[in-house]
């Protein structure tokens, strides 16, 4: 789960009060990116639908998806 940890989620939708605009908006972009990469690669690895998985199953497909991806490098690497 560490995959998903490093991403760059808020905490919340609002911005706090401590942060600038200028780096909220690139952490929400920074997000939203990671979001939509991590969607569209669901589709095209796992032929999977991620807009019809509940909150659990999605991170349990993200987490796989990830295991996916370390065992390519590894041959990659070889």
């Not at 706090?16 to 939509?36: D, G, I, Q």
């Not at 589709?43 to 019809?52: A, E, F, G, K, V």
């Not at 909150?55 to 041959?75: F, G, H, P, T, Y």
Request: some cysteine.
């Amino acid at each position: 789960m560490e995959w998903v940890q490093d991403v760059p989620a808020p905490e919340t939708a609002r911005k706090p009060n401590n942060v600038s605009e200028k780096e909220w908006c690139k952490l929400m972009f920074e997000w939203t990116s990671w979001l939509r990469q991590t969607n569209i690669s669901l589709r095209y690895y796992l032929n999977i639908d991620p807009y019809t998985l509940t909150e659990q199953e999605w991170a349990m497909r993200v987490v796989e998806l990830r295991w996916i991806r370390l065992e390519e490098n590894k041959q990659y690497q070889k």
